[in-house]
């Protein structure tokens, strides 16, 4: 069974003498040896952050002669080390932007190596290595030259940028670390800057609802309380929710929320373009409670407008809606308040109308009135074409429509043939 280091470790993207050096020392924790664990642990620690340093800009505080002095001397086999613990606990002109907190930690764990590298008289025992490994894991994040929140920023930005990173690779790895690199009072801005910087049109792109999606699924929910807030008074939930239905769940509406939701904001016209999406999850999900679903779908009918709304293709959202009764609404709306044959309306509301003809069993006065309006001098050439399209992908429903058009000796219309 594998240690959650070796968890930890596998979603890192640590070098290759890193991941050896913690391999070595999770065989050594296994076989008892916890001097030896804990000295390799420590050494797997301090060589990524020399890594780092090399690989990493000169903070515009370090003076550029000082920068190639720490430079030359993590090269020299018998001074990287030294050097890296002293640039680590330096506070005054530091290369690391930590908390004093953390130098702190770093300065009790160099005095635990010690004590393993020259056996000293404190014991070292299993759990030693066990808190090591927890601060490892709680603070590796947050010991960058940037800084924790600006370095994960930085590689959320290479992430989702197609030149460094193909796109759809899991990302993961980068959420799991926001907790350990960004502190809770940082963590809005955290989210504005990544928003600034991804999608700084600010149009709310896909690059960042997958973000935000992956950030209620799995960090902590603290967090999670921080970006619903966000999401709510920007009013991005609506459209996180067509994108991820299921998030719907995650976004901790109450009732009143939720009744506003359905009732105001997403027919208001900027968000209505979602309307089927979000009643769809609503639904779905028995959110809408039972004695208010028929003014729902009332709602939903009514606002349908065909030159600004569609009947979406997914068939998950189709089924949602057409397991609550909507029908019946439409069927009432069109039929029994006999709506056929004013043009406009009618045209308004086609693609609904065939919805109901695809979906639900067919009554005979429904197919009485789509006949005769045929007989009309200006019926909807929209709705025609739309039951067209419904009896050229289902022809089982044309088939019932002439079945009940026949056995009452309804007149078919030539282009329901």
């Known amino acids: 069974m594998k240690l959650p280091i070796e968890q930890w470790t596998s979603e890192k993207r640590f070098s290759k003498k890193v991941n050896k050096l913690i391999q070595e020392a999770v065989i050594c924790y296994k076989h008892g040896a916890y001097r030896a664990s804990l000295l390799f642990s420590y050494l797997g620690f301090i060589t990524f952050l020399k890594e780092t340093i090399i690989k990493g800009k000169k903070p515009d505080s370090i003076p550029q002669g000082r920068w190639d002095n720490i430079q030359n001397e993590l090269?020299?086999?018998?001074?990287?080390?030294?050097?890296v613990f002293e640039e680590l606990t330096n506070s005054s002109t530091p290369v690391f932007n930590i908390k004093e907190d953390i130098r702190q930690q770093i300065k009790y764990w160099k005095d635990r190596r010690n004590d393993c590298a020259h056996y000293k008289n404190n014991e070292i025992e299993s759990h030693h290595v066990e808190s090591f490994w927890s601060f490892l894991t709680s603070n590796l994040s947050k010991i960058t030259i940037e800084g924790g929140k600006a370095n994960l920023t930085l590689r959320f930005i290479d992430h989702f940028d197609a030149t460094k990173t193909p796109p759809n690779t899991d990302f993961?790895?980068?959420?799991?670390?926001?907790?350990?690199?960004?502190?809770?009072?940082?963590?809005?801005?955290?989210?504005?800057?990544?928003?600034?910087?991804?999608?700084?049109?600010?149009?709310?792109?896909?690059?960042?609802?997958?973000?935000y999606n992956k950030i209620l699924e799995i960090c902590p929910s603290q967090y999670v309380e921080i970006l619903n807030k966000k999401l709510k008074n920007s009013n991005l939930d609506i459209e996180l929710i067509a994108s991820f239905p299921d998030k719907i769940n995650f976004i901790n509406y109450n009732q009143t929320e939720l009744r506003e939701l359905w009732k105001k904001r997403v027919v208001h016209r900027h968000n209505d373009r979602y309307i089927f999406e979000i009643y769809a999850a609503l639904l779905r999900n028995n959110l809408i409670p039972i004695g208010e679903q028929d003014e729902a779908l009332?709602?939903?009918?009514?606002?349908?407008?065909?030159?600004?709304?569609?009947?979406?293709?997914?068939?998950?959202?189709?089924?949602?809606?057409?397991?609550?009764?909507?029908?019946?609404?439409?069927?009432?709306?069109?039929?029994?308040?006999?709506?056929?044959?004013?043009?406009?309306?009618?045209?308004?509301?086609c693609d609904l109308i065939a919805f109901y003809i695809e979906n639900y069993n067919l009554k005979k006065e429904a197919v009485q009135k789509l006949c005769e309006m045929f007989e009309y001098s200006n019926y909807s050439w929209w709705l025609r074409d739309s039951i067209i399209r419904v009896f050229e992908n289902n022809n089982q429903v044309k088939t019932k429509f002439h079945e009940i058009a026949l056995q009452n000796r309804y007149t078919i219309p030539t282009d329901f043939q």
């Open 298 to 349: 009332l709602q939903l009918f009514d606002k349908y407008e065909q030159t600004r709304h569609h009947v979406p293709a997914d068939l998950t959202i189709k089924a949602a809606i057409a397991n609550a009764k909507f029908g019946d609404i439409i069927y009432t709306k069109v039929f029994e308040d006999n709506q056929l044959g004013s043009f406009m309306w009618v045209n308004s509301k």
């Open 75 to 83: 090269q020299d086999d018998d001074k990287w080390e030294k050097k």
């Open 172 to 211: 993961t790895f980068l959420i799991k670390e926001i907790e350990h690199a960004v502190d809770l009072n940082e963590f809005e801005q955290f989210i504005i800057d990544l928003e600034n910087a991804i999608d700084p049109i600010g149009f709310f792109d896909k690059d960042i609802q997958k973000i």
